[in-house]
Nanobody, 113 residues
Framework: QEQFVESGGGLVQRGGSLRVSCVASGSAFSTSAIGWYRQALGKQREFLAGITGGGITNYAASVQGRFTISRDNAKKMVSLQMNNLQPEDRAGYSC???????WGPGTQVTVSS
């Protein structure tokens, strides 16, 4: 399984943008579907977006049109561009191989109102 380290979180105002990224270590990255997830305090982890090794993407309805997932197989990196952030987007964001539950430690996103 891959291991992930996320970065890029921070504090942003309502309507602002952030780009979070995760870097993988392992040998199967380029052929693995990778997903971005978030978990808000007191809530269950939520799938946001996924991307296959070939670049096919899918999104949760809650972020469709605002978030964009991308990957760079040479850098073993998957990024999530987040636009028009709202206070309800506040959460810890992490990535994992889809179906594998191997999330990294995550990066915190806070949106001020």
């Amino acid at each position: 399984q891959e291991q992930f380290v996320e970065s890029g979180g921070g504090l942003v105002q309502r309507g602002g943008s952030l780009r979070v990224s995760c870097v993988a270590s392992g040998s199967a990255f380029s052929t693995s579907a990778i997903g971005w997830y978030r978990q808000a305090l007191g809530k269950q982890r939520e799938f946001l977006a996924g991307i296959t090794g070939g670049g096919i993407t899918n999104y949760a309805a809650s972020v469709q049109g605002r978030f964009t997932i991308s990957r760079d197989n040479a850098k073993k990196m998957v990024s999530l561009q987040m636009n028009n952030l709202q206070p309800e987007d506040r959460a810890g964001y992490s990535c994992a191989q889809v179906g594998a539950r191997n999330w990294g430690p995550g990066t915190q996103v806070t949106v001020s109102s």
